[in-house]
């Protein structure tokens, strides 16, 4: 009998998305190689032929569900796997793809495709937990590959990972950077968008856009009000909150309230 111990699985699964947050883990490359010898990587299409059958210790979703199809079958990843994480704008609140949760869902499909009695889609781009348990979310647009890899190593460990849930606005003071709201009064999303992205945008001048999702305790209302003095109208506020993380509760909540002022 081998005293080898048993590697746990990993699983990633692709719905609705762009395949950003795959190619982040896939880009970790030395981190990469560090946890492909600690796991077995069972089953990644973007990676691999290889496809091993469940079930899996840990599965890795990207994307966000759009069809009947995938509505059943992340029903099946879930029985599937033990640990369900969700990786991603679409996976954790519907993707850019959302957009479409405001709008004629048929209207679109007639003007984009020649034959729209072809397609089959749902009328809502919808995140993964509004259809099965999740156990944990990472946010971004694309996903931060190290925030991926201390999430798998800390799983494997059996720890809580240690993923920033504060607002962008510490990463800025902690950077030194010059606020750009308040020194040239650019509208940014950074006191109630996750930290994650480093900063990137305003460290070169331009406001936050939201791709980390809301920060937790987000204050949304104190947003909007710093918004409107900043001379923002209230249907540029909702566009504001309506990008990558816009079906994310409360930048919806937040946009909606702009849309009925």
Known sequence: MSSEKKKPKIAVFKFASCDGCQLSLLDAEDELLAVAGAVDIAYFPEASRRALKGPYDIGLVEGSITTHHDAERIQKVRRQCAVLVTIGACATAGGIQALRNWSDKDEYVRAVYARPDFIQTLKMS???????????????????????????????????????????????????????????????????????????????????????????????????????????????????????NAWAWQFRQASEEAERA
């Not at 962008?168 to 709201?181: P, Y």
Request: aromatic share 6%; hydrophobic share 35%.
């Open 126 to 244: 919808t995140p993964i937990a509004e259809h099965v348990p999740v156990d944990f979310e990472l946010r971004g647009c694309p996903i931060n590959k190290k925030h991926l890899i201390e999430l798998i190593s800390a799983t494997l460990a059996g720890r809580k990972p240690n993923i920033p849930t504060h607002s962008l606005c510490m990463k800025c003071k902690r950077s030194g950077n010059v606020c750009i709201t308040i020194a040239r009064g650019v509208p940014c999303l950074g006191p109630v968008t996750q930290s994650g992205c480093g900063a990137l945008c305003p460290r070169f001048g331009r406001g936050c856009y939201g791709c980390y999702g809301p920060a937790e305790s987000a204050n949304t209302a104190a947003m909007t009000r710093m918004l409107r003095e900043l001379g923002q109208k209230d249907e540029e506020i909702a566009r504001l909150f309506r990008t990558f």
